[in-house]
């Protein structure tokens, strides 16, 4: 088995050096569970709007594994974040492959992508860097709130 740690630690570095990768982001690695977020996302205890994926026991025994995007209880006004979010970026997610709006409390979107290990860094910075495209859309749903 791969060490996991050590893959996100790769993440974390090369997210840090994307060209894209400025002063207002934010990484949380825990070592196999992993958010990128930006300061102005009320996500400093790790519970607001943040791009996440983890591959903990579960993960390696299904050989699948979640990146996506939440908005959790220290989002301002949770529940009209989501809706207005959705409303403004739905078509452009369910045009990206493999990608499906969330229907709980606090998902926005979700893909599940197979647990290889061939490329695993590169695939998970692949879909986070799809995912930042919500960037300006996150910015302004939450200056409108």
Not at 48 to 77: N, R, S
Not at 93 to 110: L, R
Request: net charge negative.
């Amino acid at each position: 088995m791969k060490d996991i740690k050590g893959v996100f630690r790769n993440l974390e570095s090369m997210l840090r050096k994307a060209s894209w990768f400025d002063d207002d982001w934010e990484i949380y690695n825990r070592g196999n569970y992993l958010q990128l977020y930006k300061e102005n996302w009320f996500n400093h205890r790790q519970g607001g709007v943040h791009f996440e994926t983890y591959i903990e026991a579960p993960q390696i025994k299904q050989k699948a594994f979640l990146v996506c995007m939440h908005a959790e209880e220290d989002c301002p006004e949770q529940s009209e974040f989501i809706r207005r979010f959705k409303q403004l970026e739905r078509e452009r997610i369910n045009s990206w492959k493999g990608y499906k709006i969330s229907e709980s409390s606090y998902g926005v979107c979700q893909r599940t992508l197979q647990l290889n290990f061939k490329n695993l860094e590169q695939r998970i910075y692949e879909e986070f860097n799809r995912l930042r495209a919500l960037e300006s859309s996150i910015d302004e749903v939450l200056l409108d709130l």
